[in-house]
């Protein structure tokens, strides 16, 4: 740039600063009002959108699809456009010679002209390149495929609760609800085993979460357990491995304290109250049926995990639950009897196989048959109210004397 | 915008200092606020210990000498578990009478032994001794050892241990 | 009294001097692109901010990061917020400052005599997606760790020096604990400190030139 053009580029600004206005308050008034939008959206997408819970990183996972930040995105994407033997072609001297343009940009452009109408070279370039950029970014989003769904346990409470599920599903088949042990009934190949109680405080005490972990990872296979962690053939995650732990650990080890919110318990039920299966039956149902009742297990092809499941399907899908009917199958085998076929064979054994569950759950399941297996709460409190109703004139009467 | 600011009495940039003024009052306080929350949370949620702890069999402890019993107790802090190990001194006075002391020394919370030739429980950070009761003897603690409520169960000491 | 505290101040701090060349000054006439700067400058200042707090609960270790972070997300009072706003931040700065640097090319703004403020903003723009990268690993969690992973097979690929430059960025062959760690100081400490000096100088020099005009067509 001449002499010349300098000074009658200070000529200009002079100009246009004697036209212009206060930096203070002018200026940083109209800053302030968009950084305070930008602030009100940031405080915005924190709250309503929130950040989306990720698993802990798991070097072993091969199924993991990786994607950069997506304001790297373009860059990603760009490289699939690059044949792999100049990859660093795409990599490194494209990038690289982009950043030292950008850079040097004010060096390299010799144009002293400052409107875009005399700079139409350059602009167009630039408008192609963010043309370029936005259109891969936006062409890397629509082809990222789905990553797979995983459970997510975030606190030490939440990963308990998690852990009394799955171990509810895994292990309660053998182990027992509460990992008292015993007699295996029902478990293909295990029939009869005695196993030890796993609750113990000489298991508990002497074995570290490590061990635990390392157990249901790898399972003991010469005692009869097989492995249960993904990298071994079973169907738990690390992170799954680590619940089931934390759920054993915090529920059987009298030297750690649950924390207060993973105490969940099976609600209880009031006088006249309906079970609602939302609330009361699918936690039965986890815990002491499930574990069986899934896919691939032998069960008469009979699932429990969901209401649906539980009211249709199985070999004998139209007695297993009976509205009003409590000679229904579900009912019969849960005080301990079997059901016969017409030749007089078994083909449904007391249920669960091991033990009896506790009266007041099966208490539970006779109600919620009579009262027509309502599936929310809200249906339950509907069919309970006339029993409330009841109640009420008494309570009512009591009082006056 | 700044239109609205007609009014003679107040002129323009009177208006933007007051909205400027607003504006950053109202960003201070919506990040200042939380940032109090932030700091201060943890110290708001401890977690309670409301325990019977075994000691083991009465018949164990010696009568007449302080025995010394430590256990562990794990809790959640933050991203870790925490173990804490807490020591008791099992003083059996009788067949049947018994003192269970802490042997955090009530001053600064150092360990106190058992010293018997001193006939005494002697905290190594100040010096101070208690007798076998746990009354000050010597030196700078304000109160006596704290005594743990205990009962017994099946010939089994049993302690009440509570915190937070 | 108020007045006698000011004068004091002012006589040792020389308040009225930067009132006058910092605030009192007459600028341009410009439209609300020009805002785009300013508001980097306060994204930037959120992100110190929350950043800051962030590292008083969180552990930069792969045993602990996750659960560190479970433990802000789930059990701080506002830990929610301080790290959402990080967290939103991050992706909001690189969309402004992008965008500002658009503004100043368009109106060709890195000319005469303002090229070394366009040089200092390049770089500020680097260390943007420079915090950007290093911080995308520290929640250690699967999108970070593979995102990484490929980022830094990326700077492996350059010729000759690419395996070197892959270890260095790594601190060894594998992504670990190591890499964790140096990513952690660059992302609190090294980027943040190329970064304060960089702006430092760009708003040297924004005082010293003034902002730009909005170009007229014979300019």
Known sequence: ???????????????????????????????????????????????????????????????YIPRPEWYFLFL???????????????????????????????????????????RKVGVSMMSLVVVGIVGLT??????????????????????????????????????????????????????????????????????????????????????GMPPYGLGYGGELQRSEIEAVVAFMRYTWDERAEIPEEAIIGIPGLAEGEVPSYEVHISAVAKRYCVSCHRPDKENNEYLMQTYEEMLTTGDNADKNVV??????????????????????????????????????????????????????????????????GEAAPEAEATPEP | MAKKASSPNLSRRDFSKIVMAFLGSIMGAFVGLPIIGYIISPALKTQKIDDWVSLGALDGYP??????????????????????????????????????????????????????????????????EFGIEGKVLYGPPPRPMDEYEFKIEDGNILIHLTEG | MAEKIYNWLDERLGLEAIYGTVLDRKVPKVNWWFTLGSASLFLAGMQAVTGIFLTMYYVPSPDKAYDSIQYIMNDVAFGWLIRGIHHWGASLMVVIVFLHMLRTFFYGAYKYPREITWLTGTFLLLFTLGMGFTGYLLPWNQRSFWATM?????????????????????????????????????????????????????MYLIIRLGISNIPSEEE
């Open chain 1, 1 to 63: 740039m001449n002499e010349e053009f300098k000074s009658k580029y200070h000529e200009k600004y002079a100009a246009a600063k004697q036209k212009g206005v206060k930096f203070w308050p002018d200026i940083i008034y109209k800053d302030l009002i968009v950084s305070f939008a930008l602030f009100l959206l940031l405080i915005g997408l924190a709250a309503f959108v929130g950040i989306a819970q990720e698993p802990k990183a798991d070097p072993n996972d091969a199924n």
């Open chain 1, 76 to 118: 990603f994407e760009a490289l699939k456009f690059v044949p792999g033997q100049i990859e660093w072609v795409g990599t490194a001297l494209i990038p690289g010679i982009a950043i030292l343009v950008l850079i040097l940009l004010p060096f390299i452009d010799k144009n002293p002209y400052r409107n875009w109408k005399k």
């Open chain 1, 138 to 223: 936006v062409r890397a989003v629509v082809t990222t495929p789905e990553q797979e769904e995983v459970s997510l346990a975030g606190s030490i409470a939440e990963q308990v609760i998690q852990g009394q599920d799955l171990y509810s599903i895994y292990c309660a088949e053998c182990h027992q609800p509460d990992g008292e042990g015993g007699e295996v009934a029902g478990v293909e190949g295990l029939e009869g085993v005695i196993l030890k109680p796993i609750n113990s405080q000489d298991e508990m005490w002497t074995r570290t979460d490590e061990t635990l972990f390392n157990i249901v990872d790898l399972g003991q296979q010469d005692l």
């Open chain 1, 323 to 388: 509205a009003g009917d409590l000679e229904n199958y579900i009912i019969v085998t849960l005080h301990r009897e079997s059901i016969f076929d017409t030749n007089g064979d078994e083909i449904i054994g007391p249920m669960p196989p091991s033990k009896e569950i506790k009266a007041e759950y099966i208490d539970m399941f006779e109600r919620w048959v009579l009262a027509g297996m309502p599936e929310t709460a809200d249906e339950a409190a509907a069919l309970s109210e006339p029993a409330a």
């Open chain 2, 63 to 128: 009568i007449g000498t302080p025995k010394l019993f430590s256990f562990t107790r794990t809790k959640v802090n933050g991203w870790e578990r925490t173990t804490n190990s807490f020591g008791v001194f099992v003083l059996r006075k009788s067949a049947s009478d018994l003192v269970v002391l802490s042997n955090v020394c009530t001053h600064l919370s150092c360990r106190v032994k058992w010293i018997e030739e001193n006939q005494a429980y002697v905290c190594p950070c100040h010096d101070a």
């Open chain 3, 150 to 202: 490929v980022g830094t097979e990326i700077a492996g690929t350059v010729p000759l020096m690419g395996d070197f430059i892959l270890k260095v960025l790594r601190g060894g062959t594998d992504l670990s604990a190591v890499t964790l760690a140096r990513f952690f100081s660059a992302h609190i400490w090294i980027l943040p400190a190329g970064i304060v000096s960089m702006i430092s100088v760009h």
